[in-house]
């Protein structure tokens, strides 16, 4: 008997338990969500072995032939017998204090007495038979595993590994597609599959601008709009619709007072609103049923809230800077947002016209109206008629 079937035999001694951090690089530990959490109760000594000769494909063998994630490249009991002389095919002919060598947790007196390993398929598509035709080793994937005892998660592969050889320019990396779906789980409407049960797959955070952290509702987009078709990976229209058509209101937008506090933001930039919301159909909607507009219904005519100051500021003289003549040349797209041509026409037109006659022009206006009604008479006939004497004036 070899020294090493001695040693499995020699009842009572366990394998040595040490494991040595000998990562495959590339930052934190590998994802769970990719490589969900497994339980090995093995013992097992990898740099031991290696000394003794022992290459991957003695305990791997399916490490050359595997297409797939779903057929494990895990360990082969049979090469254990081989070389330990055991024989896990008829286990009552084994000594019981010689399963502590290899299982941990192992009791004697238990009617389980072998704790089972539990090794989930990764969340990934991977073919060992294609790398390992091209010469990819293992100790490129999994780092240099023949120095440590037993390994760890960090053996697993990383991305940016991965990267390394699809990642390249189209020219370079030959058959290795650079697509996500090629390594990542898909939908059936061919985008990445992004949920799971344990938690929900995210950018890492050597991509840079594209991780989801706390402030990325505010740089999401720029992203979207250097490569929308990055996004589009994972998202489809309607995951920016529910944010964008305001079916959910994201609190880093809108806190939750937002709604006393929105009328400032409003007049300070009423453009930056527009971009999501619609005053005719959105503002003006809820001004009119909470009544805070001219036009608001009747039944809440009494409570009706304030969205001007007093008439005797925003609309008689003297004028001041809250004036609504003021206010309209300032920032005309805010007074739009809730009024129409009608309502300035209520006041300025021209009594034949329909108005009331008051002048909307400054001090001099008649010495230059010829040359602003041969640029564009139309603004002139929404409070003048044609054949109004005062426009004969400016021909």
């Known amino acids: 008997m070899s020294g090493d079937r001695a040693l499995a035999r020699a009842g009572g001694v366990v394998a040595p338990a040490k494991q040595v951090s000998s990562s495959v690089g590339g930052g934190s530990s590998p994802s769970e969500l990719i490589f969900p959490a497994r339980t090995i109760p093995i013992r097992f000594d990898h740099a031991a072995h290696h ?5 991957c494909l003695h305990c791997h063998p399916s490490a050359k032939t595997s297409d797939s994630t779903a057929k494990r490249v895990g360990w082969s009991v049979a090469a254990c017998d081989r070389c330990h002389g055991t024989n896990h095919r008829d286990l ?31 969340r990934l598509h991977f073919n060992h038979r294609v790398h390992a035709a091209r010469n990819i080793g293992c100790a490129q994937c999994h780092g240099a595993v023949q120095t440590v005892g037993k390994t760890s998660r960090d053996h697993l592969p990383r991305m940016q590994k991965c990267l390394t050889c699809h990642g390249l320019p189209d020219g370079s990396r030959g058959d290795a597609k650079a697509g996500c779906p090629t390594c990542h789980l898909t939908t059936a409407s061919g985008r990445l599959q992004t949920s799971f049960p344990s938690g929900k797959l995210l950018p890492p955070r050597w991509m ?3 991780e989801h952290g706390p402030d990325f509702v505010h740089t999401h987009a720029v992203v979207a709009a250097n490569d929308s078709r990055f996004c589009a990976r994972c998202h489809s229209e309607a ?21 006393s506090m929105h009328a400032v933001a409003a007049k300070q930039s009423a453009q930056r609103c527009n971009s999501c919301h619609h005053h005719e159909s959105f503002c003006k909607n809820c001004h009119l049923r909470a009544g805070v507009t001219l036009t608001g219904p009747g039944w809440n005519r009494a409570h009706r809230g304030r969205v001007h100051p007093p008439a005797a500021i925003f609309v008689s003289t003297p004028i001041t800077g809250r004036h609504h003549s003021v206010e309209a040349r300032r920032n005309l797209p805010a007074c739009v947002g809730c009024h129409g041509e009608r309502d300035c026409v209520g006041c300025h037109a021209t009594r034949g016209g329909g108005g009331i006659g008051v002048n909307p022009h400054p001090a001099g206006f008649s010495s230059r109206c010829a040359s602003a ?7 002139c006939f929404v409070c003048h008629d044609p054949d109004d004497a005062l426009i004969f004036r400016c021909r």
Request: include cysteine.
């Open 51 to 55: 000394q003794r000769g022992a290459t």
């Open 92 to 122: 009552a002919a084994e000594q019981p204090t010689e399963c502590a060598f290899c299982h941990e947790g192992y009791e004697a007196n238990e009617a389980n007495r072998v704790r089972r390993s539990v090794v989930p398929s990764a």
């Open 208 to 210: 840079g601008a594209v």
């Open 239 to 259: 995951d920016c619709l529910r944010c964008h058509d305001g079916r959910e209101r994201p609190r880093q937008v809108h806190p939750n007072d937002y709604l």
């Open 373 to 379: 009604l041969a640029r564009n008479p139309r603004p």
